[in-house]
């Protein structure tokens, strides 16, 4: 405290290491950048997985908590304090459902972003109740108007919204942060989202680059975790 005022924590809701396939970093090279760029927290969002979390949260306990990027058989949840990670092509609601049994943070991910994959309006509706917040700003949104939709949509529906980098790369790290007080855990999480504010830019396009040579070093079977 100081004051009278608490001191908000910068925090990455959307990093990738390696164990994702499209993803560049290795957990020790992001905890890096994190430090670097003098974040508080980050939540590692590996796709499908939570091993690479784990790992970067073992190695920076002060630093790094374990979420998952979860890809549905639409778009894709982003989740936080993650204890059993969720696999991909379940239905959104059969992976709410998963969540929700862990108790985990639930936050649609570039919900509108329908270049790579959005939800379909029925179905954001039929999740509302589940979710904490939208994720309103993504570095990485490649279709115009996406993130706008996604902030609209969020101030319709009196949720909030998180900026997150979607970072595959060192250079990402940081550059979309959420700002919110501390928190400890999932029920600590959602109250302070309540009181959340971002600063964020995009990304340049080149940035998709680098997850696309990751991508194929994947599929060479050198990936850089492996």
Known sequence: MHHG?????????HSHTCYSADGWMTPEELIARARARGLDRIFVTDHNTIDGARRAAELAPDLVLVGEEIRTTEGD????????????????MEAVARLRR????IV????FDTWRQGFRPETL???????????????????????TAALTWAEEHHLPAIAGSDAHTPWEVGWAVTELPPFRNAFELRAALLRSRWRARPSPLWVHLGSTLASLRTKLGRSRCR
Not at 5 to 13: A, I, L, M
Not at 108 to 111: K, V
Request: aromatic share 12%; glycine share 6%; proline share 11%.
């Open 5 to 13: 005022t608490t001191r908000y924590w910068r925090v990455e809701f």
């Open 77 to 92: 949840l982003l989740a936080f304090f993650v204890r059993e990670a969720i696999p991909a092509g379940l239905t959104p």
């Open 108 to 111: 649609p991910a570039h919900p």
């Open 125 to 147: 509706e039929a999740m509302k109740p589940y979710i904490s917040a939208i994720e309103g700003f993504n570095a990485r949104a490649r279709k115009p108007g996406a993130n």
């Open 102 to 105: 862990q108790s985990a943070v």
